[in-house]
């Protein structure tokens, strides 16, 4: 079983940036797409972004495309967020996710969870 565990999120103003970081260790798989997913109170968790294992290939949610950007590092089993432009509704706890496909992980197909980051946006 992989271990991911995030970090990186905290308390930002409107407008501002923070990049999320997601570590795994354990049974890593080769060739593993990952994913970003976000829960805000109330709400359902929802897709953010995905990064396919060569990261020629990314995905986002149209809430989020044009400010947010995926990358990975796979000699440190790292992928990433960089969020730039944040808003209020940004708000939620942010997870990662290791799937098989990038088309899987957009469906919502996760083989495992981080235990995710709280990113608050203040207006």
């Known amino acids: 079983q992989v271990q991911l565990v995030e970090s990186g999120g905290g308390l930002v103003q409107s407008g501002g940036s923070l990049r999320l970081s997601c570590a795994a260790s354990?049974?890593?798989?080769?060739?593993?797409?990952m994913g970003w997913f976000r829960q805000a109170p109330g709400k359902e968790r929802e897709f953010v972004a995905t990064?396919?294992?060569?990261?020629?290939?990314?995905y986002y949610a149209d809430s989020v495309k044009g400010r947010f950007t995926i990358s990975r590092d796979n000699a440190k089993n790292t992928v990433y967020l960089q969020m730039n432009s944040l808003k209020p509704e940004d708000t939620a706890v942010y997870y990662c996710?290791?799937?098989?496909?990038?088309?899987?992980?957009?469906?919502?197909?996760?083989?495992?969870w981080g235990q995710g980051t709280q990113v608050t946006v203040s207006s």
């Open positions: 990064i396919s294992w060569s990261a020629g290939n990314t």
């Open positions: 354990g049974r890593i798989v080769i060739n593993y797409a």
């Open positions: 996710g290791q799937g098989y496909s990038t088309s899987a992980i957009r469906l919502g197909s996760i083989n495992s």
